[in-house]
């Protein structure tokens, strides 16, 4: 068996816009990012240069409108971007989905005279942002969150702690969900804070088993005053803007989830071909080969899924559902690939001389992360049979 190269994914994409982008995005994470992916992840260093050329090249907007910088693309194509550059650095395809995820609200929910402001430096401007939604004692039940913003003439002072933000210290915008009133999730509003706005600190990133190139932070908002121009929505609303927001964010994590799973396939696919074993490539042994076979299988049904629920949103129906179901197969999908990429390369799917068990290390955060898999689960059984306890 000839030693063979694993094929670019046969995508099939609406119009010659979408494919000359996924194009443009290849040569990026083939020049850009896949060459310094290994070295910058074990220093754990965040590639912020790199940010900044994906802005330039319009890949921090892509689902927006184009009236504020955005790329007017179709969440059907955005997704398959963030497939793209998670398959070649996780770092990478996460950071442009939380950047797009802390983007939401204001794109979503903003006035117009906000989304004028602001939304050109978000969206296409250089700037980084981060989604604070998450503390130290409010993970999976977000609405019990402490955060408090505390009404002050024309102003809202807002004082707590943000727990595991992604960007946490080194983003210049938080979209940030504070408790304005009650108790629960009526309680909650939305706002645009600045990374540098006095009474913003962070705590010393997360030391993690994976992604370390990405810093993962507490956030501490100390007395920090914001206009009440900077309030996103109605007092109130921000509970319900945060779970629109995480429907749309659960598919970007789907979407990455499949470019890890990807770039472990075509990493065990290379070597199955070029690894001999017994006179003959190790890809001529029929269990090996059932492995592979499995592996691709769950990776086109989990893009299929991610798609289908991509261009319900995309046509405006529902599909909140069909997120969560994309993001618990997706990144259990992640898990097992990654899992069985490394057993394909024995020992030396265990050193990090090859990039499988980086995948490996990098998968289970996906199975956590915007809600973790059983958080997922019951979303989908509340869909199907109902809330709980009825």
Known sequence: MPDRAPQPVDRQLPTEEARDLISLVRDIAQQEIVPKAAEEEDAGRFP????????????????????????????????????????????????????????????????????????????????????????????????????????????????????????GGIADFYTVMARTGEEGPRGITAFLVPGDAPGVSAAPPEKKMGMKGSPTAQVHFDGVRVPDARRIGEEGQGFAIALSSLDSGRLGIAACAIGVAQAALDEALAYAAQRRQFGKPIADFQGLRFMLADMATQIEAGRALYLAAARLRDADRPFARQAAMAKLHCTDTAMRVTTDAVQILGGYGYTADFPAERYMREAKVLQIVEGTNQIQRMVIARHLVGPEGR
């Open 48 to 167: 912020r240069e790199l940010f900044t050329l994906l802005s330039r090249s319009g890949l921090l907007g892509l689902p927006y409108d184009s009236e504020y910088g955005g790329g007017d693309q179709p969440y059907e194509v955005y997704l398959q971007v963030l497939e793209e550059l998670a398959a070649a650095r996780l770092t990478v395809g996460l950071g442009v989905s939380v950047h797009s995820l802390a983007s939401y609200a204001l794109a979503a929910y903003g006035t117009k005279e906000q989304q004028v402001e602001h939304l050109p430096a978000m969206l296409g401007g250089g700037l980084l942002g981060a989604y604070c939604l998450s503390e130290p004692h409010s993970g999976s039940d977000a609405a019990a969150l402490r955060t408090k913003a505390v009404r002050d003439g024309d102003d809202w002072v807002i004082t707590g702690t943000k727990a595991w933000i992604t960007h």
